[in-house]
């Protein structure tokens, strides 16, 4: 009689460390994070920026937002923009971003002026830097609205 009640005790036990297994790995396999950058950034899994929330303007109109890996493993980065206010949208372009970020590596992202369309003053840009994790299935998204860029003439 004991033999089968400890029997029942350890399936029931197995049963529930399986349950909580499948859902921790729910839980940590589909994570995801979408993080408006202004005018307080906020934590992100993996992915940090040290953009402060001040849009920055310089005589190149040039946009950085500078990005830090905080996660153990590699990280792959894709920028794109989103909307451009005020502009054609071909005067504005991504001009460089690393297409990956070593672990604590930091790299930085430009958004500027693509000299096709000078001289239409200052545009109000939104962008994306998606970064995705090789297997931790890290998918993070910053998105930098509201930020001018000033296309000298």
């Known amino acids: 009689m004991i033999g089968r009640i400890a029997i029942g005790l350890i399936l029931i036990g197995g049963i529930g460390f399986i349950l909580s297994t499948a859902g921790y790995s729910a839980f940590t396999g589909g994570r995801e994070a979408i993080v408006q950058v202004a005018p307080a950034a906020e934590a992100t899994i993996g992915i940090e920026d040290e953009y402060n929330g001040t849009p920055i303007e ?6 950085i937002l500078d990005l830090k890996n905080n996660s ?15 502009v054609d949208p ?3 372009e991504v001009v460089q971003h690393p297409s990956e970020l070593q672990p604590n590596g930091q790299g930085s992202v430009t958004v500027g002026c693509s000299g096709r369309a000078p001289g239409q003053g200052a545009a109000n840009v939104t962008f994306c830097v998606q970064a995705s994790g090789t297997s931790t299935a890290i998918e993070a998204s910053k998105v930098a609205q509201g930020l001018n860029i000033d296309c000298p003439s």
């Open 58 to 63: 310089n005589g190149e109109g040039e946009i």
């Open 72 to 86: 153990p493993e590699p990280v792959e980065l894709d920028v794109e923009i989103e909307d451009v206010g005020g």
């Open 90 to 92: 071909e005067s504005i």
